[in-house]
């Protein structure tokens, strides 16, 4: 069974700098996908990004890079000059494409972006 | 516009008063699941649905069943409800490597 680790259960950072959020996960798997979810006060689940096993290229969005390292299956979140709208719950999510479709979670790492 | 459409937003039972959650979407989506969130724990998967007609168990099915007869609609039922079953419970469609559209969440509380 696939798992993912988030061993970070709080973080904060000032405004304006960077931060990374780790996780690693446990596959036999090959072909996967990797997502971050971001979960503001609101509760609503947001994708952050997304990265498939087959790419080796890091995926970007705006502010949001990963650090995809298969090998050592990491796949950690930088988030490049934090602004307080960054604040929220952010879950690392594994999806193993050929059995149910299932995303399993990490526990999530709850940031803090403070001016 | 995509969208997720869970009801209620929040809810509070007594133990043992049957309730259903709804969730409705717009997007022509095969694959629909349910997950619940409790603090420390992350979500976790608790039914999943292929297709009409097609259900099966996720990870934490006890004390829950759910009917997919048609396309847009996954219901999560609670015959009888109790305490531990209090939590946040999504509803997401998708997941086919794309992104999964997430529902706005129930907050369920039973006394």
């Known amino acids: 069974a696939q798992t993912v680790t988030q061993s970070q259960p709080e973080m904060s950072v000032q405004e304006a700098e960077t931060v990374t959020l780790s996780c690693t996960y446990d596959?036999?798997?090959?072909?996967?996908?990797l997502f971050w979810y971001k979960q503001p006060p609101s509760r609503q689940m947001i994708l952050v990004i997304r990265?498939?096993?087959?790419?080796?290229q890091n995926a970007t969005e705006n502010r949001f890079s990963v650090n995809f390292q298969k090998a050592a299956k990491s796949f950690s979140l930088k988030i490049s000059d934090s602004q307080l709208g960054d604040t929220a719950m952010y879950f690392c999510?594994?999806?193993?494409?050929?059995?149910?479709?299932?995303?399993?979670f990490g526990k999530g790492t709850k940031l803090t972006v403070n001016p | 516009e995509a969208q997720v459409t869970q009801n209620p937003r929040y809810l509070i039972t007594v133990t043992g008063k049957k309730l259903t959650v709804t969730c409705s979407q717009n997007m022509n989506h095969e694959y629909m699941s349910w997950y619940r969130q409790d603090p420390g724990l992350g979500l976790r998967q608790i039914y999943y649905?292929?297709?009409?007609?097609?259900?099966d168990k996720g990870d934490v099915p006890e004390g829950y069943k759910v009917s997919r007869k048609e396309k847009r609609n996954f219901p999560l039922i609670l015959e009888s409800p109790s305490p531990n079953q209090t939590s946040l419970y999504f509803c997401?469609?998708?997941?086919?490597?794309?992104?999964?559209?997430f529902g706005q969440g129930t907050r369920l509380t039973v006394v």
């Open positions: 596959t036999s798997e090959s072909n996967y996908y």
């Open positions: 999510a594994f999806l193993y494409q050929g059995g149910s479709e299932k995303l399993v």
């Open positions: 649905s292929m297709n009409v007609e097609v259900t």
């Open positions: 997401a469609t998708g997941g086919t490597g794309n992104e999964a559209f």
């Open positions: 990265q498939e096993a087959y790419k080796q």
